[in-house]
């Protein structure tokens, strides 16, 4: 933990603003102290006095003193995140939550879906994997953004696939003056996906319409519930398995997540 | 263990105001509240009485509590020494949902300082209830309506005075801090005591007979999920105050809301939270997005219930309803939690 009470925020400088996409920036942090974190833990970004909401860092956990979140505007903290200058003091509370699972990728396939802002966390685990890709046999993307304008980290992509294990495919939603890529929803580049699929693990993050029709279509293409780890959309407060705002069943996302296997969750309601 | 003897008057003294030390004993039913007390003679009458009206989780987990500052004057507040507190007429039920709440605040990935450091400086004397309220339904969910663990002291009432048993040193130290002298108890005494535990067993069983239906920790009922409508039938009497939460003994949900306190300090609160309330699980987001996972009232009730009889078993190899009937009583729509069990069971 960043601090030592695990309720208060420590100070984090605000370093850099980058502009994503018009609705979309990533903050640069540099917490008062490293902040060691694995690639799909969540932290509490606050403002302080006004409150704090959930956000998984986009960068690397290799980089602990300047941490990347990014965030969409779509609601009264992230409007005011989204107003924020360089030089001003932020607060974080975290890490929080288990992370994906990089010890099980492992001689494995990896096919990462991302929707929209959704591709955020997703670029930690990408980021992660890139740094030692021996451990694994490939690495899939696939992504889908609203529209051209939207789409996040574009200037990334082509650096992410130089390696002869990782490819990249993007979509957006509908065609559009000046792109000729491909159109239609993610869940399009899903079909006859071209991975191991008995060996393959599957790391899904966007809003909740997109894990719902996403996971289905992994299922159609025969991937099993036990292959296929969801970044779950729910209210958090604490971050600790305190506050019950965030429970699928049995499960707080915020501890036992927030991505989580969807076998465990599969057979609750209310899961999209 | 030992078990003690003592007159009112004896026990009136022992709940009177002592220097250094918080006691918290139930106020007799008209009144709602646990009050810190001086008035020793109010709070024997009320150990006579059906359990409190009000939960004591409050003593621990207060509605509403600063957690911290930050900003300027960063800090955590009353890091100072914790007082001792001595709980007085703690009911079996009670001290169900305290271990309960242990294993939440206590047991899981991060501890709560605040709790530990309460639950630390208390002095448990629970009571037997020789008298129960018509919501009263501890049998049913495998408890008694007398403590068997979890306390320093246990106190019975009898008609000339309370058998105290002495569980622990310091439950020891507390008695004796009025005296010493005490006489044990008789084998009349301890007699009776056990037949006025065995009456008010029966007793409460007898009252919720009807209800046929027998949950403990490792045995729950099927209840359907809560996307079922048969939920509704319960819901549509439900107007959403919070009430059920708020006075339930287990029910632990909360919040934390910022405040600024000056330009440059800030502080953070924690505020009980309910979910029943159709903001309990609201998230950010645009049109389109779906804000809450249960957006149906129906579905948040039966989510309550659910977390009581089937995930805090999963969560904490404990069953979250200890029978208290609070929520019975403090329904506005007259919804009976065991009704709910019993209808909808499989």
């Known amino acids: 933990m960043i601090a030592e009470n695990q309720y208060i925020p420590a100070p984090a400088e605000l370093v850099q603003v980058i502009d994503e996409t018009p609705t979309i920036k990533t903050l640069v942090v540099a917490p008062s102290r490293p902040l060691e974190f694995r690639a799909g833990q969540f932290v509490q970004l606050s403002i302080p006095g006004a409150g704090e909401a959930p956000f998984t860092p986009s960068s690397s956990p290799s980089r602990t003193r300047q941490v990347a979140i990014t965030i969409l505007r779509t609601g009264k903290i992230t409007d005011r995140l989204h107003e924020c200058q360089t030089g001003q003091t932020l607060g974080l509370r975290g890490p929080f939550g288990k992370g994906y699972p990089i010890e099980k990728t492992a001689g494995k396939d990896i096919l990462v879906v991302g929707g929209g802002v959704g591709l955020a966390p997703l670029r930690a685990l990408i980021l992660a994997l890139l740094e030692d890709l021996s451990g694994i046999k490939r690495l899939s993307i696939k992504y889908g953004a609203r529209c051209m304008e939207e789409l996040l980290y574009a200037d990334q992509y082509e650096q992410w696939a130089r390696d002869p294990k990782v490819d990249f495919t993007c979509t957006i939603d509908n065609p559009q003056e000046g792109w000729d890529g491909r159109t239609g929803v993610v869940t399009t580049l899903l079909k006859d996906v071209d991975v191991d699929k008995s060996n393959c693990l599957c790391f899904v993050c966007g809003p909740s319409v997109m894990l719902k029709f996403t996971t289905f279509t992994l299922e159609e293409e025969g991937f099993a519930p036990e292959q296929i780890y969801l970044s779950m959309n729910r209210r958090m407060s604490c971050g600790m398995g305190l506050c019950g705002k965030c429970n699928i069943g049995p499960y707080y996302i915020c501890k036992d997540g927030p991505d989580m296997n969807y076998a465990l969750i599969k057979d609750y309601p209310n899961v999209f | 263990m030992t078990t003690l003897y003592l007159d009112e008057a004896r026990l009136a003294a022992l709940l009177a105001e002592k220097e250094g030390i918080s006691t918290f004993a139930p106020a007799p039913t008209d009144a709602l509240a646990w009050m810190d007390t001086a008035d020793g003679q109010t709070a024997a009458e009320a150990l006579r009485q059906a359990r409190p009206a009000q939960s004591a989780k409050g003593i621990f987990l207060a509605a509403a509590e600063s957690v911290g500052r930050y900003g300027a004057q960063a800090g955590t507040p009353s890091r100072t020494e914790q007082q001792t507190m001595v709980v007085v007429g703690v009911r079996a039920c009670e001290l169900r949902a305290w271990n309960y709440l242990d294993k939440v605040f206590l047991e899981g990935t991060f501890k709560d300082d605040a709790y530990a450091r309460r639950r630390e400086a208390t002095i448990t004397v629970s009571c037997d209830c020789v008298d129960c309220t018509e919501s009263c339904f501890c049998t049913l969910v495998g408890g ?135 903001t309990y699980h609201r998230m950010a987001g645009g049109p389109g997005m779906k804000l809450t996972p249960r957006p149906a009232l129906f579905s948040r009730l039966a989510n309550r219930v659910l977390h009581k009889f089937a995930y805090s078993p999963q969560q904490y190899e404990l069953i979250g309803c200890v029978g208290c009937g609070r929520c019975i009583d403090a329904c506005l729509g007259a919804i009976d939690i065991r009704q709910v069990v019993k209808e909808l069971s499989r």
Not at chain 2, 160 to 173: C, I, K, M, Q, S
Not at chain 2, 254 to 277: I, K, V
């Open chain 2, 144 to 278: 008694q309506p007398h403590a068997t663990e979890g306390y320093d002291v246990n106190l019975t009432p009898l008609e000339e005075g309370f058998l105290a048993e002495v569980a622990t040193d310091r439950g020891r130290e507390w008695l004796e801090s009025g005296g010493s002298g005490l006489n044990e108890a008789t084998d009349d005494q301890l007699a009776r005591r056990d037949a006025l535990r065995a009456d008010m067993a029966k007793r409460v069983e007898a009252q919720n007979a009807a209800f046929g239906f027998q949950a403990d920790d490792g045995n729950q009922p099927g209840l359907p999920d809560d996307a079922d409508e048969a939920w509704g039938r319960f819901s549509a009497d439900c107007v959403e105050c919070g009430a059920c939460t708020h006075i339930c003994p287990t029910c632990h949900c909360f919040y934390l809301y910022d405040q600024a306190l000056g330009p440059e300090e800030f502080e953070r609160l924690r505020m009980w939270d309910s979910c029943l309330l159709s």
